[in-house]
């Protein structure tokens, strides 16, 4: 009985362990790179916006020309949708787990919601960070929805959208072939 049991648990063990190596891998599955061509809606705005998947989280790169200096809310919003001048086709922020509003540092926060950049005084934002809720497969997964870019500071705490302003700028996230260098 006891070399049955050990056995058993000799077979078991290798099981579990590569078990729980395709799951790892699972998790980490998908696209390691998208990006997103920005352009204005009724401006010369335009950019891009370049997103790699990393141990660390979704490290987010890009440089936006043509904006007001200053601070612009920066969102991800639920659909890709870019055909209207309006930008309502966007939708709200992308809010999978339905939570309110908040910065990209709040404790409760849309998945959407990367805060501010901020423009220099010739326009130009540059983007550099790193967000660990945003991803690029599962159920937080932005690729086929939209970056966009707000008139306005977001306040990172008004719901539903942190009275950010008008949406001036746009692109639909998509898979990429190789990371940005």
Same mark, same amino acid.
């Given at each position: 009985?006891?070399?049955?049991?050990?056995?058993?648990?000799?077979?078991?063990?290798?099981?579990?362990?590569?078990?729980?190596?395709?799951?790892?891998?699972?998790?980490?599955?998908?696209?390691?790179?998208?990006?997103?061509?920005?352009?204005?809606?009724?401006?010369?705005?335009?950019?891009?916006?370049?997103?790699?998947?990393?141990?660390?989280?979704?490290?987010?790169?890009?440089?936006?020309?043509?904006?007001?200096?200053?601070?612009?809310?920066?969102?991800?919003?639920?659909?890709? @949708?870019?055909?209207?001048?309006?930008?309502?086709?966007?939708?709200?922020?992308?809010? /999978? @787990?339905?939570?309110?509003?908040?910065? /990209?540092? +709040?404790?409760?926060?849309?998945?959407?919601?990367?805060? &501010?950049?901020?423009?220099?005084?010739?326009?130009?934002?540059?983007? &550099?960070?790193?967000?660990?809720?945003? +991803?690029?497969?599962?159920?937080?997964?932005?690729?086929?929805?939209?970056?966009?870019?707000?008139?306005?500071?977001?306040?990172?705490? +008004?719901? /539903?959208?942190? &009275?950010?302003?008008?949406?001036?700028?746009?692109?639909?996230?998509?898979?990429? +072939?190789?990371?940005?260098?």
């Amino acid at each position: 009985m006891k070399k049955r049991i050990f056995a058993l648990l000799a077979l078991a063990v290798p099981l579990m362990l590569l078990s729980a190596k395709a799951e790892e891998q699972a998790e980490h599955s998908g696209p390691k790179n998208a990006v997103a061509v920005i352009r204005g809606f009724k401006s010369h705005i335009e950019g891009v916006v370049h997103f790699t998947a990393t141990d660390d989280g979704v490290v987010i790169r890009g440089e936006i020309t043509g904006l007001t200096p200053g601070k612009h809310g920066f969102h991800i919003h639920e659909f890709g @949708d870019v055909r209207s001048d309006d930008a309502k086709c966007h939708g709200g922020h992308f809010n /999978p @787990d339905k939570k309110k509003h908040g910065g /990209p540092h +709040s404790a409760e926060r849309h998945v959407g919601d990367l805060g &501010n950049i901020t423009a220099d005084e010739n326009g130009k934002a540059i983007i &550099n960070m790193t967000d660990k809720l945003v +991803s690029l497969s599962g159920p937080h997964s932005i690729i086929g929805r939209a970056v966009i870019v707000h008139g306005g500071a977001d306040d990172e705490k +008004s719901d /539903p959208a942190g &009275n950010a302003g008008p949406r001036i700028a746009g692109g639909v996230v998509g898979i990429a +072939s190789a990371e940005h260098k």
